[in-house]
């Protein structure tokens, strides 16, 4: 009886780990100079190369910082200094034919060169900013954002 108790105890704390999937990343960080952060689940942890990043996640430069990803299909974003900006959502599911990438950029400057997303399905990429919303409809844009969040 003791023996089945303990095994039941054990497959209630186990299950939920093995039911949760492990959230794929949606790309990371090929180059990093000086201070960049990543936010994730309401903590700041600095990045290096090679790291990956998720959905949800936001990316934060520091002064005379810069950080270079590359994403699941391709896609290049650079963030210039005193930059910020969130992947709300990322989407890379070519063998159903889903796409999508949408980014708020809230501060900063940043380089968008497209990866299969943007060139299979440009309507799929959107970049906000406090402003507007970038539809993607090329291949390479630059963004800069003034102010503060």
């Known amino acids: 009886m003791k023996r089945i108790l303990i095994l039941c105890l ?3 704390f186990l299950l939920p780990c093995i039911a949760m999937p492990e959230e794929s990343p949606v790309g ?3 180059t990093s ?7 994730r ?15 949800n996640d936001t990316i934060r430069t520091g002064a005379s910082s810069s950080v270079g990803i590359i994403f699941e ?3 290049i974003l650079s963030l210039g200094p005193d930059s910020e900006i969130v992947i709300d959502q990322y989407v890379f599911a070519p063998e ?11 501060r900063g400057t940043a380089s968008y060169l497209s990866g299969i997303i943007g060139h299979q ?29």
């Open 28 to 30: 990371k960080t090929k």
């Open 41 to 55: 689940d309401g903590r700041q942890m600095p990045v290096a190369v090679g790291d990956r990043l998720f959905q």
């Open 10 to 12: 054990a497959m209630m």
């Open 121 to 149: 399905s440009p309507e799929s990429v959107k970049f906000r900013t406090p402003e507007a919303t970038i539809g993607i409809r090329g291949t390479h844009f630059l963004v800069k954002v003034d102010g503060c969040p």
């Open 33 to 39: 100079k000086g201070s960049v952060f990543v936010v």
């Open 96 to 106: 159903k034919g889903v796409f999508s990438m949408i980014a708020r950029m809230v």
């Open 73 to 75: 299909d391709n896609t």
